[in-house]
């Protein structure tokens, strides 16, 4: 991800410190350890040859390496990963902390600073390349471009035929039903959008930037992330990724949102003449060449 000048970060800064629609700073607690499942383990390789049968086996408990614990954490334990894995900084350790427990980096500090209880891994290392959903996916192998939301652990990831691009924790409805499982698609982009229906902590319209609009009034975008449920129904990203999956989404860009993982084979094979058109086919050498000709 290319690296955005300070002056822009600074305001990006600002604009999640005003926001406010889709994240009420009542609810900034992290949710109890029971809440989630254990996260399951991702496939041992991008080209696991797994299908959609498969998910619900991978959606067994995870190993003891990636066992985590409900606890507090100190910013000394935390420094100390580093001397004995030199890739865990004390930042890349704030992120695992954070894509674990849903919640914003900043908070994740502020939960630290404080002593508040978080998941924490009982072995960051396991977690360092850790994603709860697939790598690859066989069945969107004919689908350019698709966008996957879960709900029981709420997560998103974006795949190019089959295989992901991306990832990252979000924050969907905090009430059940908010945000509603289904077949969607990119129906509008908004790159400065501006809630219509909920204000911010300050009463004025709440910025969603980084926009997109897969129904009703319920847009992805970038947001105030204080728990994996704390919005108004939209789907809140963190700093980065809101502005990375925006730039890489197209209009019609598929959408599903599940329940949970195992789901999602029934709502594809449901919507399976949605997923590509007979015309937008395309062979499995077109797709991954056999060589560099």
Not at 173 to 188: I, Q, S
Not at 269 to 283: A, F, I, Q, T, Y
């Amino acid at each position: 991800m290319p690296v955005l000048p300070w002056g822009r970060w600074v305001k990006l800064c600002i604009i999640l410190f005003v926001l406010g629609g889709c994240a009420p700073r009542a609810y900034i607690q992290p949710y109890p350890a029971e809440y989630y499942p254990p996260p399951p383990a991702p496939p041992s390789s991008p080209f696991t040859d797994g299908s959609l049968k498969q998910l619900k086996k991978e959606s067994k408990p995870a190993p003891a390496s990636r066992a985590w614990t409900y606890r507090a954490i100190t910013e000394k334990e935390l420094i100390n990963l580093g001397k004995k894995d030199p890739e865990l900084t004390t930042v890349r350790a704030y992120d695992i902390l954070a894509n674990l427990n849903a919640r914003a980096r900043y908070y994740v500090r502020e939960d630290v600073a404080n002593r508040r209880p978080l998941k924490v891994p009982n072995n960051f290392s396991a977690y360092k390349t850790w994603s709860p959903l697939p790598r690859y996916i066989p069945d969107l192998n004919q689908v350019q471009k698709f966008i996957l939301i879960t709900k029981d652990m709420p997560y998103l990831a974006w795949y190019e035929y089959g295989r992901m691009k991306g990832d990252t924790f979000v924050c969907i409805g905090r009430e059940e039903g908010w945000t509603e499982e289904g077949f969607y698609k990119v129906l509008t982009k908004d790159a400065e959008h501006v809630s219509k229906s909920y204000p911010n902590a300050y009463g004025e319209p709440a910025p969603m930037p980084w926009a997109l609009r897969i129904y009703d009034h319920v847009w992805i975008h970038l947001g105030d992330i204080t728990g994996g449920n704390c919005s108004h129904g939209c789907i809140n990203l963190p700093l980065g990724k809101a502005e990375q999956l925006y730039q890489w989404a197209d209009y019609d860009t598929i959408v599903v949102v599940v329940d949970a993982l195992p789901r999602l084979q029934g709502i594809l094979k449901k919507n399976s003449r949605e997923l590509v058109p007979e015309d937008g086919r395309k062979k499995e050498t077109d797709i991954f060449p056999t060589s560099d000709r």
